[in-house]
């Protein structure tokens, strides 16, 4: 009888020599736990379409940084729902807007942990857009175009503000044309020069986002964002994209949504030299979590396979709504 020559199997034989040889590791310092602060008091309310994941107003929200922080969760990526909207997201950019406010109480809690501003508009205009808007209606329909430049003025005041707050990074969401340059430059005049930008710069418009609209309340009112939200066909748009926020002053880059975009992860890895990102979103992180509740998989092999999917995949840092869960795993916990 013949045998093969290699014998690949020798290296899965057993546990032990499988972890040796293992060439992707999860590391909880990996992962960035997203967070939603609202207003109002004694309010931690589910979020229907993201179990687990809740609201929290700031009179509840040492509870939750408490929990990430004894898990070892190295960074929040913080959301505000604000109590009132207006046409150019003035909550936005208010000193004592629910984000600034938030980042103050986190960083006088725990210096240590990294706090990661969302810079965008969409949560705090009436009309849900990333942007300012300029409305027409047409046989009784309103239509919007989003004004890219005057855009970039309040998404600059917004991160300054921020960044006075105490965010040690601003993330631009907005995906406007010259955001990157647009804040940069603002950070620095106001003397922010150390504060780095972890860019959206891949930022697809994507069907995964809908439990996200829910919970930080930003579905558009009309149209939609495929006017300045990348076609979900396009890779050489994203290496556009991506060189650009580079050239602007970005210093780590993103791709969102993750899973369906792994291929794009790969190429923005092999192609650019900065940190990477990977956002695994709302809508990724519901269909995992209902078809779990259904009994259809394991959750917790599944969220570790897909994780480390993405860090193979090129990512750096991942952003997820499972990163307390998956710490717990990796320590060998059960929840």
Not at 46 to 64: A, N, Q, R, W
Not at 103 to 116: A, C, E
Not at 302 to 307: G, Y
Request: some cysteine.
């Amino acid at each position: 009888m013949s045998f093969p020559i290699t014998r690949h199997r020798r290296l899965r034989s057993s546990a032990g020599i499988r972890g040796m040889v293992r060439e992707t590791v999860l590391n909880p310092l990996d992962l960035i736990q997203p967070i939603f602060v609202t207003y109002g008091t004694g309010i931690k309310n589910e979020i229907g379409s993201m179990p687990g994941v809740f609201h929290f107003s700031l009179d509840t929200l040492k509870e939750e940084v408490d929990e990430i922080v004894s898990l070892g969760i190295p960074a929040v990526l913080l959301f505000g729902i604000p109590e009132t909207k207006d046409a150019v997201g003035s909550s936005g950019f208010d000193e004592y807007g629910i984000v600034q406010e938030a980042t103050r109480l986190i960083k006088q809690w725990y210096p240590d942990l990294l706090v990661i501003a969302d810079t965008c508009l969409c949560e705090f205009t009436d009309h849900g857009h990333c942007g300012m808007v300029h409305t027409h209606t047409v046989d009784g329909v309103v239509h919007g175009d989003v004004l890219n430049d005057a855009s970039l003025e309040l998404l600059t005041r917004t991160a300054v503000s921020q960044a006075k707050a105490g965010a040690d990074i601003i993330a631009p969401s907005n995906m406007m044309d010259g955001f990157v340059q647009a804040i940069r430059a603002g950070l620095d005049e106001a003397g922010f020069q150390h504060v780095p930008i972890m860019s959206y710069s891949v930022k697809y418009a994507s069907a995964f986002y809908g439990p996200f609209r829910e919970a930080a309340d930003s579905a558009p009112q009309f149209g939609d964002r495929k006017t300045y939200q990348m076609d979900p066909a396009n890779v050489r748009e994203a290496i556009r994209e991506a060189e650009s926020d580079v050239l602007e002053g970005a210093d780590m880059l993103m791709v969102k949504p993750a899973l369906a975009y792994m291929d794009v992860i790969r190429v923005i890895r092999e192609q650019f030299d900065l940190p990477l990102v990977a956002y695994n979103v709302s809508g990724e992180y519901s269909m995992v979590k209902a078809a779990a509740r259904q009994g259809w998989i394991n959750e917790k092999a599944i969220v570790l396979e897909l994780l480390t999917g993405l860090k193979r995949a090129g990512a750096d840092t991942i952003i997820t709504y499972h990163a307390k869960d998956a710490v717990r795993w990796l320590r060998g916990e059960s929840n």
